[in-house]
């Protein structure tokens, strides 16, 4: 079952659902949205959930999607926006309703077989869609919250710090990101400066770029990272990315960072 996270001023919460308003969403989307997510929507209109990890098989290996936020229902914003969101990202069936995902993926309804739809995952990178489940209430169950162990693969008497770096200068993509996840774990201990300047130069790699881009996130947000020179050479960028991944990114940390929004 999904916990929504009581952030204050959630971006992505939405008023208190109607039913002229939960009507007319239906009405221009061509369906009738599922009970169980209706559900969920009644308690808190859309906004971040407190379990953010969802297992899942991506490009034929072990993945973790981080799922931030759910869209709730809105006459203009929440699901509404799939259509023009999903076709920005090359995906043109209108039977796919997004409700969650950063670009390089979506979480969707998929109504391809009939009223009553499954939970799609999109890999816009592959222009592969898979169903994960066969319901909504399906998926809530699969969030989970993952304990990262930085220590997995630490060969005896290895150095914490020479072991994030093997792995985070690795040539394997799969294992610098996996470097990044390690030195973010250990942070306390590794510090942030030598973690912040390889990530920014995986800001135009589209392997490395969500990776980067999640990392620097939670190194703000969860105020392990004050430097003002390298948020801003975050921010900037973020700023030049051309796609929306990047640019919900930015609005989201700069809004939460300029308000000083606690993270938890």
């Known amino acids: 079952m999904i916990i929504w996270n009581d952030t204050p001023d959630d971006p992505n919460r939405l008023p208190t659902l109607t039913e002229d308003v939960l009507n007319e969403v239906e009405t221009r989307l061509g369906v009738k949205l599922p009970m169980d997510y209706l559900e969920m929507i009644c308690v808190q209109n859309g906004g971040y959930v407190e379990q953010r990890d969802l297992p899942v098989i991506w490009n034929g290996l072990e993945d973790i999607a981080l799922v931030d936020s759910i869209a709730g229902v809105g006459l ?30 979506f979480l969707a309804f998929d109504y391809r077989d009939g009223p009553h739809p499954n939970i799609a995952f999109i890999d816009t990178d592959t222009e592969q869609i ?8 399906q998926f809530t169950e699969a969030l989970t919250t993952v304990e990262y162990e930085p220590f997995i693969g630490l060969a005896e008497g290895e150095m914490l710090i020479d072991y994030a770096r093997r792995q985070l200068y690795s ?50 947000l969860m105020r392990k ?28 940390t700069k809004y939460i960072v300029e308000h000083d929004i606690p993270f938890e």
């Open 130 to 137: 898979d169903i994960l489940f066969d319901s909504f209430q």
């Open 171 to 220: 040539t394997d993509k799969l294992e610098k990101a996996q470097g990044a996840n390690t030195w973010l774990n250990g942070v306390d201990m590794l510090g942030t400066d030598e973690l912040v300047k390889e990530l920014l130069t995986w800001m135009k790699d589209e392997t490395l770029q969500v990776t980067a881009i999640c990392t620097m996130q939670h190194l703000i």
């Open 225 to 252: 990272l004050q430097d003002d020179a390298s948020i801003e050479a975050f921010f900037e960028a973020l700023r030049q990315n051309d796609d929306s991944f990047s640019k919900q990114s930015y609005e989201e």
């Open 76 to 105: 203009h914003k929440g699901l509404i926006e799939s259509k023009a969101l999903l076709k920005e990202w090359g995906v043109e069936d209108e039977r796919l309703i997004a409700f969650a995902g950063d670009g390089h993926f």
